[in-house]
């Protein structure tokens, strides 16, 4: 056992100390062992976590999850730590910095009263602190570790400050049926590796049509996954209380269920509304 006061109350610099004591001499087996690899799908995890306290709108929740993330932040630091790489305060320092520079218009004597000028004058620092020299070098350094939905709208995003865009949302509407034309052909042709590479372009070319109508592609495919299983739901229900197994059923009756749940849930939906 290690020496530790406990308090009713404790600060950052005890989560420190007790990081350092968890990973110490005496301290946990577990936490000694941990590496930035063989924990980094935790912090993957816990940033999930948090995010959906937020959807769900839960303060305590939120508050206890933020602590998880705050906890994966010190643990990764400590790591460094004790390599003599950096440490918290290093850390502090460069966001502090980081946040410094790039709001001129409130730490310096740039003028930015709208949103959009905020943003302008964030992506040129962005640029010049990074060392990015090209629009390619901020469409590259969109990080790969995101969802592919999240990181392919990014790109996108950053392809239109550049003005490599479509015209209007028509177009990237049209954009949709053209790729879905090309890979109705590689489906035709059978040759996998093409059907993949056309399944792509259809996906990529979803997300800029989401962009355009202002839609958050992840949170709309998130959205309709949830709606589904809801669907899904219902339709076991009706199936399992006419006695049946609903693996049993070819999919033209499924359909029958599947039809009859939608329409519960919309009864149910506009109830509520």
Not at 101 to 120: M, N, Q, S, Y
Request: hydrophobic letters at 40%.
């Amino acid at each position: 056992m290690v020496e530790y006061q406990q308090k009713d109350r404790y600060s950052i610099g005890d989560l420190l100390d007790i990081v350092k004591l968890l990973r110490g001499e005496g301290g946990c087996p577990w936490d000694m062992e941990q590496t930035h690899e063989s924990i980094k799908k935790d912090f993957l995890e816990e940033t999930c976590e948090a995010i959906e306290a937020i959807e769900l709108k839960d303060t305590a929740l939120l508050r206890e999850e933020l602590g998880d993330v705050l906890l994966q932040v010190v643990f990764h630091t400590r790591i460094e730590e004790e390599k003599s790489a950096f440490n918290f305060d290093d850390v502090c320092d460069e966001v502090c910095k980081k946040l410094i520079v790039r709001h001129p218009h409130v730490f310096g004597e740039v003028t930015a009263d709208t949103t959009d000028e905020v943003l302008k004058n964030w992506d040129s620092i962005k640029m010049e602190t990074k060392g990015q020299e090209t629009y390619t070098d901020t469409l590259t350094s969109v990080a790969k570790t995101l969802p592919a939905l999240m990181r392919a709208q990014k790109v996108g995003k950053r392809a239109m400050r550049a003005g490599m865009d479509f015209c209007c949302t028509e177009d990237a509407m049209s954009c949709i049926v053209n790729e879905k034309s090309e890979l109705d052909k590689a489906v035709a042709g059978g040759d996998q590796a093409e059907i993949e590479e056309e399944m792509g372009d259809l996906l990529f070319s979803c997300v800029n049509a989401a962009r355009h109508l202002e839609i958050d592609a992840e949170s709309a495919l998130k959205a309709a996954t949830e709606k589904f299983i809801r669907r899904f739901a219902v339709t076991e229900q009706l199936v399992t209380t006419d006695n049946i197994d609903m693996k049993t059923l070819p999919i033209e009756k499924l359909d029958v269920y599947w039809e009859k749940a939608k329409a519960i849930i919309n009864t149910e939906e506009n109830k509520n509304d």
